[in-house]
C-alpha cells in the first residue's frame, strides 16, 4: 500500500533536506546551538536532578511484538577472577545483549525510511546488514545537551494519563505549552508525557504497548513551526498505536526522521519529571541526553537526566 497524499503533503511542508547542507547528517540537532546551550544552563536554579530512563533489565519493556528486540540479557564474565596471579586484585565483568532500541532510547534518523529514501534524500540502501547506517548513524549525534521542556499533556486535560486511544494533536501540545508557562523555542528537546509507562511502571508491560495513546500525524507541523531540535516521549511506539489513519503505519516516524531530521525517543519515563516540575511550577530545565556512540546504529540506549 503506497503512503496516501495527505502523507505527502506534510512531508512536503516539514521537509528539512539541503536546510543544512548536502552532507548534513544531523538534522534538527543544529538548532543546539552554543547560544541555546547557555541558555539552558540558565534554567538551572536548585540543582534538582531527576532520571529518565527505565532500568535496564531482563524483563524489561519489551514484550515479543517488535521482531529482534529483545530485553537486555545481563551475564557475568568473571566473577572476582585474580587475572594476574593468586593474591592480586581480583576482577569482576560483565557483557550483555540488548536490542539497542530496547529501553529508554533515541532513535537515529535511519531508523526507518520511505519511498527509498532516509533523511537528506540519501538512499535507504546506504543502512546494510554489516555497515549498518552509513549517513546519519547515531554517533553522528555525538552531544545533545540543550533546555528541556516537559509538555505534560495529561495534567493540561486535567487527567492522570491519556486514553489508549488518544492521539496527541497540536491543540494538545498547545495547552500543555500553556501549563508550563514558556513557548518551545527553536533548539529545544520537547518532552511529551502522556503517562502511559504507568502501566510498565505498575508491571503490565504488554498493556504498556498495546494500544497506546501518542503522537498524531498533525503534530510534526508543531514541531517544525517551533524549530525543535528533538522529541521524546514514555510510550513504546512514540505515536499513536494503533495508527490513527488505518494501515498508514508509523507515519510520523517517517515525517520527523526521514524528512525533518529530527531524533525520537521512547520508553522514556517521565513520572518523576511531571512531579518535580509542578512541584516546582516550571516545566523548562537542562536537558543532558547523549546517545551511545555505537557507530552505524539505527538507535541506541540513553540515560537522560533533567536538572531543574
Request: proline share 6%; charged share 20%; net charge negative.
Amino acid at each position: 500500500m503506497s503512503l496516501p497524499e495527505e502523507f505527502h503533503e506534510i512531508a512536503k511542508r516539514v521537509n528539512n533536506w539541503g536546510r543544512w547542507g548536502a552532507d548534513d547528517e544531523i538534522g534538527t540537532l543544529n538548532l543546539i546551538t552554543d547560544e541555546v546551550v547557555r541558555g539552558a544552563v540558565a534554567c538551572v536554579r536548585t540543582g534538582r536532578r531527576v532520571p529518565l530512563a527505565v532500568p535496564l533489565r531482563q524483563d524489561g519493556v519489551q514484550t515479543g511484538l517488535i521482531p529482534g528486540r529483545v530485553n537486555p540479557l545481563h551475564v557475568m564474565v568473571q566473577i572476582n577472577q585474580e587475572i594476574f596471579g593468586p593474591g592480586t586484585v581480583a576482577c569482576s565483568d560483565d557483557a550483555v545483549t540488548m536490542g539497542l532500541q530496547a529501553a529508554t532510547h533515541w532513535d537515529a534518523l535511519t531508523h526507518v525510511s520511505h519511498s527509498g529514501r532516509i533523511y537528506n534524500g540519501r538512499p535507504a540502501s546506504t543502512v546494510t546488514p554489516h555497515g549498518g547506517a552509513e549517513f546519519s548513524g547515531i554517533d553522528k549525534a555525538r552531544h545533545i545537551v540543550s533546555r528541556g521542556v516537559l509538555l505534560d499533556v495529561p495534567r493540561a486535560l486535567g487527567r492522570e494519563r491519556l486514553a489508549g486511544d488518544h492521539a496527541v494533536t497540536p491543540e494538545d501540545l498547545d495547552a500543555a505549552e500553556e501549563l508550563a508557562g514558556t513557548r518551545v523555542r527553536s533548539g529545544d528537546v520537547v518532552l511529551v508525557r502522556t503517562g502511559q509507562i504507568r502501566a510498565y511502571l505498575d508491571g503490565d508491560r504488554h498493556a504498556y504497548a498495546y494500544p497506546s495513546p501518542g503522537l498524531s500525524v498533525r503534530t510534526p507541523e508543531w514541531f517544525h513551526a517551533r524549530d525543535v531540535a528533538a522529541v521524546a516521549n514514555d510510550t513504546m511506539t512514540f505515536e499513536i498505536f494503533p495508527p490513527e489513519i488505518e494501515n498508514l503505519w508509523l507515519p510520523v516516524h517517517a515525517l520527523d526522521l526521514v524528512e525533518m531530521g529530527m531524533l525520537q525517543g521512547q520508553n522514556w519515563n517521565l513520572e518523576e519529571l511531571s512531579t518535580a516540575c509542578g512541584q516546582e511550577r516550571r516545566y523548562s530545565f537542562l536537558l543532558s541526553a547523549t546517545p551511545e556512540p555505537f557507530v552505524g546504529a539505527t538507535g541506541t540506549p540513553v540515560a537522560p537526566v533533567a536538572v531543574l
